[in-house]
């Protein structure tokens, strides 16, 4: 029960911060000065934070240690690689090319999570 709890609130979660991810991307792309409205600066961090405690929640409900699943561990992974990539995608990359390289890769490791997730499954050739 608390765990198809946390399994929704992780997912909703997981579609609010795509969304707002693609939004800020948008945004950076073309230099608009939205990106630094005062929500922006908040709401995407406390949703990340809520993603996180969900998923730390189903992890201790359901006894999952992230060492005995490599499913898990990859996740943990990709997402610090994802978080990475998306601080160059919108703050710290210099360029432009720098920016959108790193936006296209954050992208691609998001949906690695993704399949990992659905999959249960590391390795997914
Ligand atoms: C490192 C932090 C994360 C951990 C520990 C974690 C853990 C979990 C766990 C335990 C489940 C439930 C599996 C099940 O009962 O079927 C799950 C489901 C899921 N997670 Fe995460 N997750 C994390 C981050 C993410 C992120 C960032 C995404 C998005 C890219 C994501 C996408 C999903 C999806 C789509 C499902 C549903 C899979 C399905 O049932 O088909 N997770 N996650």
Redesign the pocket.
């Given at each position: 029960m608390a765990y198809a709890l946390l399994?929704h609130i992780?997912?909703a979660t997981?579609v609010i911060t795509l969304a707002l991810f693609l939004l800020r991307g948008a945004w950076r792309l073309t230099d608009s000065p939205k990106l630094n409205q005062k929500w922006v600066k908040i709401v995407p961090h406390t949703n990340d934070a809520i993603?996180?405690a969900a998923?730390?929640g189903?992890?201790v409900v359901?006894n999952?240690n992230?060492l005995d699943h490599g499913w898990?561990m990859a996740?943990?992974i990709a997402?610090l690689a994802?978080i990475m990539l998306g601080t160059i995608a919108l703050k710290r990359g210099k360029t432009p090319l720098q920016r959108n390289l790193a936006f296209i890769g954050a992208l691609a490791v998001?949906a690695y999570?993704?399949a990992v997730?659905?999959t249960k499954q590391a390795w997914l050739v």
């Open positions: 399994k992780h997912l997981i993603l996180l998923a730390i189903m992890l359901a999952l992230p898990i996740k943990i997402l994802y998001f999570m993704i997730a659905v």
